[in-house]
Structure formats: structure tokens, C-alpha cells
């Protein structure tokens, strides 16, 4: 398949099958946001909030170049937002102005 | 992926955010990301090792758990903390099991804890399925051309373990002690061997 017919029948995450370069097998220990975004995903989930399946389609719907561009937990942050607005718990109103609160204190705690 | 400060910053930022506003609209509790860490940190791949010990001798609990990974865990104790359903798979002479998410990163946390990092960049993922064995060559395992090679592709809702082979020879240890020798990569299915404790690869 050449490269615009692969964007147009495969969803970013559907990688299965394609070619790919060697593996690069370092590992990271998670950053301490990293693994409150972990686990962020699982309270979503049991809480009946945003499941599995939601936050990788909201990862996909991201699309191929945040896709590319985002780390991991990067995408699933910025999906979790976008899912919250879809379904009307959070407004980006309220999400940019709490953001830039954190910001101030984090600047006024360095 | 190169990480810094500033890249950080924005992302952890809107992760506090949404946290503090979730926690605030009394849609999550306070204390759901601080308990939930704790599960996290609470499980690791020493949980399945004792699983695969078990089934090593135990052929009972052994037929359970290939009959249900989940329920056979959690007789062990090890909770779930998701709706997901665990296969195990058994490897043999003429059988290699690899398990992969082709979509994202599905994986046993429950008994494996989180993934390693390959495991969830697009080299694994995409070639696993039609390449294991180069794949797993750049591990170092080299499966034999006369082994069957069966990958698994998991789910949102049902993930898989290896049950590795038994090595050959150990006869003596007892169920802890053979829980020791059980690797992460085994029960991934990136590595086929075990190595008897105190043997040098």
C-alpha cells in the first residue's frame, strides 16, 4: 500500500502489519506525572467516566501528527480533555484558566 | 524520546488541572489517584511468577488457570482492578506464544504490572505480527524453525500471560524458588529459555 492509501484505511493506532525499523529496547521509569496520569486513566475507567475503549479512540482522534509528535502519556492527557469536553464535564474555559492557576503556583512555590 | 523541562511542563500542568477540576466537580474523590497509585506500585511481575510457579506444581490449579487466567489469579489472591480477562497460554516443544497489542498497549497489569516501553512503540507492535521471529531475534531468542510461532493480539478487554516452560533439571526447588527464576520477558513471550538460578547465559 503506498502512503496515502494507508492514511486513508488505517487509523493512526492501527499499526499491526506495517513496516517498521528495529526495536529500540531501553526502558524509563515512569515520571511522577506520568504515573498520576496512569492511574488518572484507571480511576476514569472505574468510575465509569472514560473507558479503555474511549480513551483509544479519543487517542486516535487526535490524529497522525499529534499522534507522532505527543509521548505517551502526552496523548493520553490531551485525549482525556477532549473527551471530557465532548461529554460536557469539563468546558476548555475552565480547563485554561485552572491551567494557568497551576501554573502561577507553581511559580510562586519555585 | 528526548524529555525535558519545558516539554514536561504543559502536559504535567494539564494533567493537575483536569485532576483538581474532576476532583472538585465531585466526579472523582480526592483520594482516587493516591489509592490507585498504590495498586500500581503494588504490582509487578513477581505476581505472575507465582502464578507460573503455581502451575509448574501444581496440575490442578495449573488446569484452572488455563481454563480461566482471571479466576485462577485471583483464587492466588491477586486482585483485579479492571474489567479485563486474562488467557494464558501454554508454550510447549512444538508452541511459542507471543503476546502484543497491535493498537496500543493492552497488557495483564494486574499480574504483570505496566508495560516496558517497547512494548508500546510501533516496532513491536507493527512487527510482531508479521515478523516474530527477526522480532524476537533482536531480543536474542531464536525459536527454532520447527516451533510454532502464535502471536496474540490483545483487547481493551481481554489480555493474555505466557505460561513459559518448565527448565529441565530443577527438580529440587521449591514453588518461591522457582518463582525466581520467571522473567517479565517470559511471560511476554520475547524470551522462550529459562535459566536455572546460578547458571551463567
Not at chain 1, 24 to 34: G, K, Y
Not at chain 2, 12 to 23: F, G, K, N, Y
Not at chain 2, 71 to 93: H, S
Request: glycine fraction near 6%.
Amino acid at each position: 500500500m503506498n502512503d496515502l492509501s494507508t492514511l486513508i484505511t488505517r487509523l493512526p493506532n492501527d499499526v499491526g502489519g506495517q513496516p517498521a525499523g528495529p526495536l529500540d529496547r531501553s526502558e524509563h521509569e515512569l515520571l511522577p506525572w506520568e504515573k498520576r496520569c496512569h492511574a488518572l486513566a484507571d480511576v476514569l475507567d472505574f468510575r465509569k467516566i472514560i473507558n479503555t475503549e474511549e480513551k483509544r479512540r479519543g487517542v486516535e482522534a487526535l490524529g497522525s501528527e499529534q499522534i507522532g509528535k505527543l509521548g505517551y502519556y502526552e496523548r493520553w492527557i490531551v485525549a482525556f480533555a477532549n473527551i471530557l469536553f465532548q461529554k460536557g464535564l469539563l468546558t476548555p474555559a475552565e480547563l485554561a484558566v485552572r491551567m494557568q492557576a497551576v501554573e502561577e503556583r507553581q511559580r510562586s512555590s519555585e | 524520546m528526548a524529555r525535558d523541562a519545558e516539554r514536561d511542563g504543559i502536559f504535567e500542568v494539564m494533567e493537575t488541572a483536569v485532576r483538581e477540576l474532576l476532583t472538585d466537580k465531585g466526579l472523582i474523590a480526592a483520594t482516587d489517584i493516591r489509592r490507585q497509585i498504590e495498586v500500581l506500585d503494588s504490582r509487578s511481575p513477581a505476581l505472575g511468577a507465582a502464578v507460573v510457579a503455581r502451575a509448574w506444581t501444581d496440575p490442578a490449579f495449573k488446569q484452572r488457570l488455563l481454563e480461566n487466567g482471571r479466576m485462577a489469579c485471583e483464587e492466588l489472591g491477586i486482585t483485579f482492578y479492571d474489567d479485563t480477562q486474562l488467557i494464558v497460554l501454554e508454550n510447549t516443544n512444538e508452541v511459542h506464544n507471543l503476546v502484543v497489542c497491535t493498537l496500543c498497549s493492552c497488557y495483564p497489569r494486574p499480574v504483570l504490572g505496566l508495560p516496558p516501553d517497547w512494548y508500546k512503540l510501533k516496532p513491536y507492535r507493527a512487527r510482531a505480527v508479521y515478523e516474530p521471529r527477526q522480532l524476537l531475534a533482536e531480543f536474542g531468542t531464536v525459536i527454532p524453525d520447527d516451533v510454532e510461532i502464535r502471536v496474540s493480539d490483545s483487547t481493551a478487554m481481554v489480555r493474555f500471560l505466557i505460561l513459559p516452560q518448565r527448565p529441565a533439571g530443577i527438580d529440587d526447588l521449591t514453588t518461591d524458588q522457582l518463582a525466581a527464576l520467571v522473567t517479565r520477558d517470559a511471560m511476554i513471550g520475547v524470551v522462550r529459555d529459562l535459566v536455572p538460578s546460578g547458571a551463567v547465559m
